[in-house]
């Protein structure tokens, strides 16, 4: 039985169409504020993060977010970067206890930063570039929590931690993974020989060389054909009679 072009493609668009109503209501990890390391992020190290916002309402816009470091683990090197019609706000705390860093001992740090001012439309999102560090030597991970208030005053805050049972909580906190640094590479170093019976085959097949090419010589010189003297005779010039 012959089945129709028409029909072909009419199967080809309903499975296209399908699939795509699939991706379509399920909802997307990506609607959450997550932040990721831009560069690594090594404990006793520095790094400089994204928090990426996206806009997860259809009829209002994101007009602002704070984001509230972990007080458990203070940063006393924080530094924003300026986003394009954003004002940007670290608030400054004074630390129960002072932490010590190579450049001396800190009593205060940045415990929250607020960007306002601008705009997250429907279906866009916005990173903002944060530097941070020292990073803990003693977790492997950094909780933050973020704040994200809409053009429509409703507040959504991504302040949940995983309990342990694997589920993902409703309105999950961003956290930061802390991993070693990838070890540098050692120069690569050019291979020495060091073998005798390879020194000893080098040279004998040196040796073999050159003896190859004496004897190639003497051979040509003795195949060349030696210049033949004129007899006495054929030197006597003829006398006429």
Not at 7 to 19: C, D, I, M, P
Request: proline share 12%.
């Amino acid at each position: 039985m012959s089945v129709s072009r028409t029909s072909v493609r009419r199967a080809a668009v309903v499975t296209l169409l399908g699939a795509a109503g699939v991706f379509l209501v399920q909802p997307a990890a990506s609607a959450h504020v997550t932040v990721t390391p831009t560069s690594p992020a090594a404990p006793g190290g520095y790094t400089r993060v994204a928090f990426n916002v996206p806009n997860e309402k259809p009829a209002a816009s994101t007009v602002k977010l704070e984001v509230v470091l972990p007080a458990g683990h203070p940063l006393a090197s924080v530094s924003v970067q300026p986003v394009p019609g954003w004002t940007v706000t670290p608030q400054k705390t004074k630390l129960p206890q002072p932490v010590q860093t190579d450049d001396g001992t800190v009593t205060e740090a940045v415990t929250s930063i607020v960007w306002q001012g601008g705009q997250v439309q429907p279906g866009q999102f916005q990173q903002f570039l944060v530097g941070l560090g020292p990073l803990p030597k003693d977790t492997g991970k950094l909780v933050f929590k973020a704040l994200q208030t809409y053009s429509d005053g409703s507040v959504v805050r991504w302040i949940d931690e995983p309990d342990g049972s694997g589920a993902e909580p409703e309105h999950p906190a961003p956290t930061l993974t802390l991993a070693a640094a990838p070890a540098a590479a050692a120069p690569e170093q050019a291979a020495v020989t060091t073998d005798p019976t390879a020194r000893v085959l080098g040279g004998g097949g040196l040796a073999l060389a050159i003896a190859a090419c004496g004897w190639a010589w003497q051979s040509r010189r003795r195949a060349r054909p030696e210049p033949v003297e004129p007899s006495p005779v054929a030197r006597t010039p003829k006398v006429g009679v």
